[in-house]
């Protein structure tokens, strides 16, 4: 599944003006469906030392809304968010897949399913919501992703599987 998420990264790009060399280099633009945001940070951060150390975790901190990064930020600080014992798991995971989405008007969650370098399986959930002002007016931003307890159903944190 990861291969085919990477593909559809690529074809986005080809399709744009941006290009496959410029992948890297995304940002949000209104035409990402909040599925594809997703997509995209997990993926920087399977790859986060590629091309340098902890790159795919900046690249992942671009998606992040402005109210998100008002709590998270700066990006050093968010570098240490993500290196803690509750997001690291993301960090060049083995594989991941999209297990549920929900969208509803502004407001979307998606859960992932993510097999960590060590093996674990774990799920998390992203709530995003379409920026209604700003320079990303219309873009699909993460305001905050929860990881889901063993047991617990992403169905009661509104994403339906």
């Known amino acids: 599944m990861p291969y085919l998420q990477i593909l559809l990264l690529i074809l986005l790009a080809c399709s744009s003006d941006t290009g496959v060399a410029q992948l890297s280099d995304l940002v949000p633009r209104p035409e990402l469906s909040p ?28 998606f992040a809304s402005p109210s998100n990064k008002e709590v998270t930020g700066p990006l050093e600080k968010f570098v240490q968010i993500l290196k803690g014992p509750v997001y690291s798991p993301m960090l060049n995971d083995i594989s991941s897949s999209i297990v549920g989405s929900e969208v509803k008007g502004d407001q979307a969650r998606v ?20 920026q209604g002002e700003g320079d990303f007016t219309n873009c699909w931003m993460t305001d905050g992703v929860a990881p889901l307890k063993q047991g617990e159903d992403a169905s009661a944190e509104g994403v339906t599987i």
Not at 35 to 62: C, M
Request: glycine share 4%; net charge positive.
């Open 35 to 62: 599925e594809q945001v997703v997509l995209y940070q997990v993926d920087s951060l399977r790859q986060n030392d590629i091309p340098k150390a902890d790159a795919g975790i900046e690249r992942a901190f671009r």
């Open 111 to 130: 859960a992932v399913r993510i097999v960590s370098a060590d093996g674990r399986q774990l799920t998390y959930v992203f709530v995003l919501s379409r």
